[in-house]
């Protein structure tokens, strides 16, 4: 091989690898028992509606960032860059999907039905083709994204310059709920946590959703002090109908600064898979102090607050397992009977998972005595 063969090799060797020579940053959070446990975001923006990225930069985020599913949501009413880009609803997906099947994202195509309070702003995702979403009645933009197969999902319910007083389900939703349209809402979006939300999700039976709805580039929005909200999806099979099969069985959770909300169904595995406890028996005795191990292999911080004593010996009140690392619990007998119990419960409070009733979820630490 001729010196110049080699160098115009060796130089398409690096050109072909250089946009995928970055690291993706896994996010550690279990599966749960039967599940898949998937982090997906299901609204953001592309310079094909008003964000300011290309639609391939929405993938090439999602790799670097951990995610295993998104979908791009261009606003179907709202296309400020409508004169510099003159396209079809549908050409953001199609430009992003090529990438996503390589990287081994699952892509999801949606699109932001995006009207005036009521019904403001919803998400139709899992469409087959967007622009028959622009309808002059709103109502006929649901049907349509119904019949093609959606789900549709209610965006920041409590968005201040839609709801600016107090957040109001409105008959228009009610309708929307009634004819099976509306069947997730966002408890959280960008940086704004919706309480009703949540308690909508537990009245009405709703799928928990939290997402990035990011328009610039993800690193600008978002970093290590504020980061980036998703949806944990638990799936029983890593492909875009077993997402949908999940958004539709309401097998989801939020997840948004530092925190988990949603049905306790899914927070206890979450967090009792998280933890690595000791499970060597710690022979607890009257009188005695023992140390056990409890390790947390999740990038998930757990704070915990005792909610009641436990019987025949003391714990701490108070408990933050770190993510990643392992703390020892200290134990103290107080009593004779105490080492003749076979498992010792510890009767905790994790302050940052958040049940549907917007309380701490409570959870039960056994650790074997003898
Ligand atoms: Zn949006």
Not at 164 to 170: E, M, V, Y
Not at 173 to 192: C, D, K, P
Request: proline share 5%; hydrophobic share 40%; with cysteine.
């Amino acid at each position: 091989m001729s010196k110049l063969n080699l160098i115009t090799l060796l130089l398409i060797f690096f050109i072909s690898i250089k946009g995928y020579s970055q690291n993706r940053t896994e996010i550690n959070i279990p599966d749960i028992p039967g599940y898949i446990t998937l982090k997906c975001d299901f609204h953001m923006h592309t310079v094909f509606s008003d964000g300011d990225v290309w639609p391939t930069v929405r993938v090439q985020e999602a790799w670097l960032e951990g995610l295993d599913a998104i979908s791009i949501t261009e606003h179907i009413e709202y296309l400020p860059h409508s004169q510099d880009i003159d396209a079809d609803h549908n050409r953001s997906y199609e430009i992003a999907k090529p990438l996503a099947d390589q990287l081994g994202i699952i892509l999801i195509q949606g699109a932001e039905i995006t009207r005036n309070m009521p019904p403001g702003h919803l998400n139709a995702i899992f469409i087959k083709n967007a622009n028959l979403l622009e309808r002059e009645d709103w109502w006929e933009a649901c049907v349509e994204a119904k019949e093609q197969g959606a789900f549709v999902f209610w965006n920041h319910p409590g968005w201040k310059a839609q709801q600016p007083d107090t957040t109001l389900w409105w008959k228009e939703h009610t309708r929307l709920f009634n004819a099976g349209i509306m069947q997730g809402i966002e408890v959280y979006n960008e940086s704004e946590f919706y309480p009703e939300a949540l308690k909508w999700a537990k009245e009405k039976k709703l799928t928990v959703i939290a997402n990035s709805d990011v328009h610039g580039p993800s690193n600008m929005a978002f970093s290590a002090e504020k980061k980036r909200p998703f949806t944990l999806v638990f799936v029983t099979e890593k492909t875009t109908e077993g997402v949908k099969q999940a958004m539709l069985d309401k097998r989801t959770l939020a997840y948004f600064e530092d925190k988990l909300a949603g049905d306790r169904a899914f927070l206890t595995p979450i967090f009792l898979n998280s933890l690595d406890i000791a499970d060597k028996p710690v022979e607890l005795k009257n009188h005695e102090v023992k140390r056990v191990r409890v390790t947390n292999e999740s990038d998930l911080t757990y704070k915990l607050k005792k909610r009641q004593p436990s019987i025949g010996f003391k714990c701490p009140e108070e408990l933050i397992i770190e993510a990643h690392k392992t703390i020892l619990i200290e134990l103290e007998g107080i009593s004779k009977e105490i080492a003749n119990a076979g498992v010792l419960k510890m009767y905790y409070e994790v302050e940052n998972l958040m049940t549907l009733d917007g309380e701490a979820l409570p959870v039960i630490l056994e650790i074997a005595n003898k």
